[in-house]
């Protein structure tokens, strides 16, 4: 995504804080166009459990993605900064921001997103949510998941310094719960009937982040 693009994301946003951040989020954040591209070739409709202030929407649509977007967040703050900005983006009709908690999701089958989401919960609601998510997945449809995984790692301890100060900063609430080990995602996505693929994603960050990607086996 181009600078020019950037900007033009960042300008439907209200303040000068959120066009920053949303505008560091872009530069530095590879989440978004590896989500882009495995949606890509799919009318199939995303489902964005956890979709802050909806940045990925914009970045799909952006990227000539058409398929239909749910954003959820239980941040009201957030929705409201997301609807705000989806309403000068005159995207109202292909996106959709509900301020929600993650046991309220709505009857979609498609692609599911859960970005940087499940440390914020505590384990028994991780499970959860990962047997929830599953569920609302295509027989085309991938889980994409984005998180911290928890290891014995220098970027692991430099994530839990970034938290503290996310939290302290009023960005996320409730700040960290349960940091997951790989095996605490691999094992319910496979018991689930999904082949599940994982790597690093962390960008030109130093955070100790990997992508996973789960599918129903065919």
Request: charged letters at 20%; hydrophobic letters at 40%; glycine letters at 8%.
């Amino acid at each position: 995504m181009n600078r020019r693009t950037r900007q033009r994301i960042a300008n439907l946003y209200d303040n000068f804080l959120q066009r920053s951040y949303v505008r560091g989020k872009l530069a530095c954040d590879p989440v978004y166009a590896a989500t882009a591209a495995l949606v890509a070739r799919t009318n199939l409709p995303l489902l964005d459990i956890g979709c802050g202030i909806g940045l990925l929407g914009h970045c799909l649509y952006a990227q000539g993605h058409t398929q239909r977007y749910l954003g959820l967040d239980h941040d009201r703050r957030k929705i409201t900064a997301g609807r705000a900005a989806l309403q000068r983006s005159g995207l109202d009709a292909m996106m959709e921001l509900r301020c929600a908690d993650v046991a309220e999701l709505p009857p979609t089958h498609g692609h599911v997103t859960l970005l940087d989401v499940l440390h914020y919960l505590a384990a028994d609601r991780q499970l959860a949510l990962l047997q929830t998510a599953t569920g609302h997945l295509a027989p085309q449809g991938c889980l994409i998941i984005r998180n911290v995984l928890r290891e014995k790692t220098w970027r692991f301890h430099a994530t839990r310094v970034e938290e503290f100060f996310l939290h302290a900063s009023g960005w996320i609430p409730g700040g960290p719960q349960h940091y997951p080990s790989v095996d605490e995602l691999r094992v319910p996505l496979e018991n689930a009937g999904l082949d599940v693929r994982i790597r690093p994603l962390r960008g030109h960050t130093p955070f100790n982040s990997y992508l996973i990607v789960a599918r129903p086996h065919h």
